[in-house]
């Protein structure tokens, strides 16, 4: 079974600084990795995803993940972060299930950001 | 276009009450996913349908828990009867299996329940 390990908790970072929020991941094949952003009150929403080819994944909102098979890691990183960036970003592998095709998400617990103005 | 769409937003209900929560997917997707997240627990899968069809309910908790979707564009999640540690945030997510297999999976905002 697949899981995903976000070691940071919390990560406080200052505007403008630059950030890498890690993610550890655990699957017997090829991963398909995927990191989603959630604001207060509001859902997930898709930063970027991996699947194959180009290693370095470039997301919206400035975001860019590096998929290191060696070190079974897909970090996040951001150059300059903007106060709007503060939120909880979740990591998470998709496993190709058999029946119907598709995926399956199972998710990190998250790192909550905040930004120091 | 239109995202993933819950309803309600919120809701507050007593404890033995039945709750139902509604989902109606991205027009075309023929995934539909029921998460439930906590502080204690993140986010935990609890159902996932294709082409309308239940394929895994292994995360349901209990037998108080039912997940129905009759067509493509409505899915509905069931508690009865409620309980306070059924308080929760709980999202629908729906994807595409065309094209490149594994099409992430988009959000609802979720529907935050409240059980007293």
């Known amino acids: 079974a697949q899981s995903v390990t976000q070691p940071d908790i919390h990560i406080t970072v200052s505007e403008g600084a630059s950030l890498e929020l890690r993610c550890n991941y655990s699957?017997?094949?090829?991963?398909?990795l995927f990191w989603y952003v959630q604001s207060p009150g509001q859902g997930l929403q898709l930063l970027l995803k991996?699947?194959?080819?180009?290693?370095l994944v470039q997301g919206i909102k400035g975001f860019e993940a590096e998929f290191k098979r060696s070190q079974s890691s897909f970090n996040l990183r951001k150059p300059s972060v903007h106060w709007s960036d503060a939120a909880e970003y979740f990591c998470?592998?998709?496993?190709?299930?058999?029946?119907?095709?598709?995926?399956?998400?199972?998710f990190g617990t998250g790192t909550q950001l905040k930004v120091e103005l | 276009d239109a995202g993933v769409i819950q309803s309600p937003r919120h809701e507050v209900t007593e404890m033995g009450q039945e709750v139902t929560l509604r989902c109606k997917p991205i027009?075309?997707?023929?995934?539909l996913f029921w998460y439930r997240q906590t502080m204690m627990r993140g986010l935990e899968l609890l159902i996932y349908?294709?082409?309308?069809?239940?394929?895994?309910d292994s995360g349901m908790p209990e037998d108080r828990f039912s997940a129905k979707m009759p067509n493509a564009s409505f899915s509905t999640l069931k508690i009865q009867p409620s309980e306070p540690r059924d308080s929760a945030v709980y999202f629908c997510?729906?994807?595409?299996?065309?094209?490149?297999?594994?099409?992430?999976?988009?959000f609802g905002d979720g529907t935050r329940l409240s059980i007293l």
């Open positions: 997510a729906s994807s595409s299996s065309l094209g490149l297999s594994n099409q992430p999976q988009h």
């Open positions: 027009s075309g997707h023929d995934y």
């Open positions: 699957y017997g094949a090829t991963p398909y």
């Open positions: 349908f294709n082409n309308n069809v239940p394929i895994d």
């Open positions: 998470a592998v998709g496993a190709q299930v058999l029946t119907g095709g598709g995926n399956k998400l199972t």
């Open positions: 991996y699947f194959s080819g180009d290693t």
